[in-house]
């Protein structure tokens, strides 16, 4: 997690993530991929509906968070490692929960996503991972348009030998 | 061939199949450049030393693909208006190139909206496996649905 070992992370610390840009091609392409659905794929079947007009898929917008940390965690793991840290193994997230979708998305929107860390703590079934769990959330103008939870392995600290012996 | 399912046609307890699909190689790869590029996302051997043991998809793709596998079970040709939130996405297992998916959706609730007279709510609980059984995605939420009009 952004180059840091499970023990070395702060609960509490907002990490800002990036910006994804909605388009009309990125939105159509998710729809027939993933949800092709009357009211995603047709303008008509949209103005009828809850939106009043073409929006994007909701898991479109939760996926959306992904390349956004992907990137800011690179980012941070080649700082860190030019500052000569070592770094962990790359996690992987176990699930989601809570997941809100307050305002539509329309194409030429661009959400800024952040991540807040919010509870960590050790596995006994998995001694090299710890837990943490994230509030993510993405913003257009400054509101919520997406939040979720996640929970994610994040790879321990190995103890040097001479912890180990003491 | 059933027509358009709407609010009405649904009760609790009723179950709809999900897939078979088999997820390839290439679209886990093809998703991950979009949205996810880590290696164990793209790369056979990064994804066999990895804790996935194995190319795997990115959890986004497989809640993205259960969305579709829903679709083509019944959400397509139904009256959905679309939905507010999911309670949970949960990555149980790897989704590794070649699994052949399967599974099913139980509406677990039905009521009508307070707010909208012309919507009703439906809670609902999903999983998928692969051809051995193993169950590796589940999706328990909500969707809103178009009511009769006559």
């Known amino acids: 997690m952004m180059g840091l070992y499970f023990d070395e ?12 840009e909605f388009t009309v091609e990125n939105i159509r392409a998710f729809k027939e991929k993933f949800a092709p659905v009357p009211f995603h794929l047709d303008d008509a079947e949209a103005a009828k509906g809850l939106f009043g007009q073409q929006v994007a898929v909701g898991f479109h917008l939760c996926a959306a968070w992904m390349p956004c940390f992907v990137g800011i965690n ?8 030019g500052a000569g840290k070592d770094l962990p193994e790359i996690g992987v997230g176990l699930g989601m929960s809570d997941i809100r979708w307050p305002r539509p998305v329309f194409a030429g929107d661009v959400v ?14 998995r001694p090299n ?5 994230n509030l993510n959330e993405g913003l257009r103008d400054g509101e919520v348009v997406v939040r979720f939870s996640a929970k994610m392995l994040v790879a321990r600290r190995k103890l040097s030998s001479f912890e180990i012996a003491f | 061939m059933i027509g358009q399912r709407s609010f009405e046609d649904f009760h609790v307890g009723q179950v709809f199949p999900l897939g078979p699909r088999v997820i390839t190689a290439e679209e886990i790869k093809s998703f991950a450049l979009e949205f996810d590029p880590q290696a164990f996302h793209l790369n056979e051997v990064a994804g066999e030393s990895s804790v996935l043991g194995g190319l795997a998809a990115s959890g986004f793709h ?14 397509s040709n139904s009256s959905i208006l679309g939905t507010s939130n999911m309670e949970r996405l949960t990555w149980l297992m ?6 052949e998916l399967s599974g099913a959706l139980e509406v677990t609730a ?13 809670n609902f609980a999903a999983h998928l496996q692969n051809q051995a059984g193993v169950r590796k995605v589940e999706l328990v939420g909500t969707f809103f649905f178009g009511r009769r009009t006559t």
């Open chain 2, 110 to 122: 039905l009521r009508p909206s307070q707010s909208r007279p012309q919507m009703g709510i439906m």
């Open chain 2, 62 to 75: 497989s809640g993205a693909l259960m969305l579709r596998l829903i679709c083509d079970s019944f959400l």
């Open chain 1, 74 to 81: 690179t980012q941070e793991r080649i700082r860190l490692a």
């Open chain 1, 9 to 20: 992370l702060e609960i509490g610390r907002v990490i800002e993530l990036g910006a994804y």
């Open chain 2, 94 to 99: 790897p989704v590794h190139a070649r699994d």
């Open chain 1, 129 to 133: 991972w710890g837990l943490l769990e």
């Open chain 1, 112 to 125: 800024e996503y952040r991540t807040t860390l919010v509870a960590k703590r050790k596995l006994a079934s």
